[in-house]
């Protein structure tokens, strides 16, 4: 089992920037990808970016390029997620999962764990 935990989120304006980060615990030398998500009121949860975790390859979703950045750190066990130049439509839970498979990195069934969520609201 592995648990992870979200923090960081909250109430930022329209440009605004805030980090994310995502502490994983218990079984975690087995993880190959973590990955950020989102799920806004009424919308489909949906992939925002991946990194692969030895390797630290990346994968971006739409949303997130040129303004979000994901990183790790190993010693930590902690990745995270970099939002700048914030947008109301930005505004969503945003949750972190993690997976010791390599299938599609923007899949929802492709990850094993998920956090519990952070909120981000980004007011216009």
């Known amino acids: 089992q592995v648990q992870l935990v979200e923090s960081g989120g909250g109430l930022v304006q329209a440009g605004g920037s805030l980090r994310l980060s995502c502490a994983a615990s218990g079984r975690t030398f087995s993880t190959y990808r973590m990955g950020w998500f989102r799920q806004a009121p009424g919308k489909e949860r949906e992939f925002v970016l991946a990194?692969?975790?030895?390797?630290?390859?990346?994968f971006y979703g739409v949303s997130a390029k040129g303004r979000f950045t994901i990183s790790r750190d190993y010693a930590k066990n902690t990745v995270y997620l970099q939002m700048n130049s914030l947008k109301p439509e930005d505004t969503a839970v945003y949750y972190c999962?993690?997976?010791?498979?390599?299938?599609?990195?923007?899949?929802?069934?492709?990850?094993?764990?998920w956090g519990q969520g952070t909120q981000v609201t980004v007011s216009s």
């Open positions: 999962a993690s997976t010791a498979g390599n299938s599609d990195y923007s899949g929802l069934s492709s990850y094993d764990y």
């Open positions: 990194i692969n975790w030895r390797s630290g390859s990346t």
